[in-house]
Structures are given as C-alpha cells and as structure tokens.
C-alpha cells in the first residue's frame, strides 16, 4: 500500500486514524513525513533566532558581520592610521 502525501495539518489526524493502526509502513512514512516538516522547522526558526540575537558588526554594520576577515582588517589598519602622528 502507498501511503498518500500528508501536509502537516493532515499527518496527525491520520496517525490516529483506526485504518490505519495495523499497517506500520504508512504509520512510518507518515511519521517521517511529519519529523521531516518539524526538522525544516527547527532549522528555520534557528536561523531566525540566530539573526535576531546577533550584534551589529562596528566595521560594515551588517547584521551579522558579512565578511569578518574583512572587516578585522579594516579595523586594524583604521588603528594604525590613529596611531601614525600627521605630519
């Protein structure tokens, strides 16, 4: 038996379905389609909050810092122009 395309909403009603119980590869299939849909999930919202709880770059002010090897030297050479006395 094919088990049939599940969206999110539909996975778990047809978990519970009585139908269902006794055929184990549909009750896979259906799991991992639902286990795939919340591992895109988690990644998405980990992004998110990795972007949202990241500082503002000093060099570039990139949320986050978009080349920080870059931005590292600038910084640096930014430094040795300070300390340099003008003539």
Request: charged residues 30%.
């Amino acid at each position: 038996m094919n088990a049939p395309v599940t969206t999110p909403d539909t996975t778990a009603a047809a978990v519970v379905e009585p139908d269902l119980a006794g055929d184990w590869p549909a009750l896979l299939t259906l799991a991992h389609v639902r286990m795939a849909g919340l591992i895109q999930e988690n990644r998405e919202l980990r992004d998110e909050i990795e972007q949202l709880t990241a500082e503002y770059c000093d060099t570039c002010g990139a949320r986050p810092c978009v080349n920080p090897s870059f931005c590292e030297a600038c910084r640096r050479a930014d430094q040795n122009r300070k300390r340099r006395p003008r003539r």
